[in-house]
């Protein structure tokens, strides 16, 4: 079964880029769509958007002026940058497979604070 | 975007006792939803696809329903291991959108 690890800093000021990559073993990159949700402390789920492995995406509109999706089937990873945080982006950030998310990544909380 | 609505919000349950939660949609959205649950500091778990098609491995307690914009998630004795948040996702249209999230607790 494939396995799905994200990784990045932790910790991001405001009004700076949050970056996030995920790293998928146990199979390949390719053929799937792969996706970001998160959930900020004590909330609900938010869908952020996919990205194909060819590199198309589609992003969730109340985000699109501030993200960007990338991925990397040479490294098997794709990844998530959210510009211009605030503190309302503080979030466990997961990474899925599949736009209906068959498996899921540990989740990695990024935290906005200065 | 397609609103998705949850109810109850929360409720407390028995061991042993039938448990049904509503999802509903702003608009039709006909089979294409999915149940997740998440336990407290865990990953969700996706249970139910396309409305009823249960995922492998999950128990047969759990069953899913509906069709168009409304949408019921059943577990049919429910077990000490299921007290969890129950979240829908609709997706049928992007941005695909979450349901609130229904939090089932022990009475």
């Known amino acids: 079964q494939v396995q799905l690890q994200e990784s990045g800093p932790g910790l991001v000021k405001p009004s700076e880029t949050l970056s996030l990559t995920c790293t998928v073993s146990?199979?390949?990159?390719?053929?799937?769509?792969w996706i970001w949700i998160r959930q900020p402390p004590g909330k609900g789920l938010e869908w952020i958007g996919y990205?194909?492995?060819?590199?198309?995406?589609n992003y969730n509109p109340s985000l699109k002026s501030r993200v960007t999706m990338s991925v990397d089937t040479s490294k098997n990873q794709f990844s998530l940058k959210l510009r211009s945080v605030t503190a309302a982006d503080t979030a466990v950030y997961y990474c899925?497979?599949?736009?209906?998310?068959?498996?899921w990544g540990q989740g990695t909380l990024v935290t906005v604070s200065s | 975007d397609i609103q998705m609505t949850q109810s109850p919000s929360a409720m407390s349950a028995s061991v042993g006792d039938r448990v049904t939660i509503t999802c509903r949609a702003s608009?039709?959205?006909?089979?294409?939803l999915a149940w997740f649950q998440q336990k407290p500091g865990k990953v969700p778990k996706r249970l139910i696809t396309?409305?009823?098609s249960l995922q492998t491995g999950v128990p047969s307690r759990f069953s899913g329903s509906g069709s168009g914009t409304e949408f019921t998630l059943t577990i049919s004795s429910l077990q000490p291991e299921d007290f969890a948040t129950y979240y829908c996702?609709?997706?049928?249209?992007?941005?695909?959108?979450f349901g609130p999230g229904t939090k089932v607790d022990i009475k």
């Open positions: 899925a497979r599949g736009t209906v998310a068959d498996d």
């Open positions: 146990g199979g390949s990159i390719s053929s799937y769509y």
């Open positions: 990205i194909y492995y060819s590199g198309s995406t």
């Open positions: 608009q039709g959205i006909s089979n294409y």
């Open positions: 396309a409305a009823s």
């Open positions: 996702l609709q997706h049928n249209s992007y941005p695909f959108t």
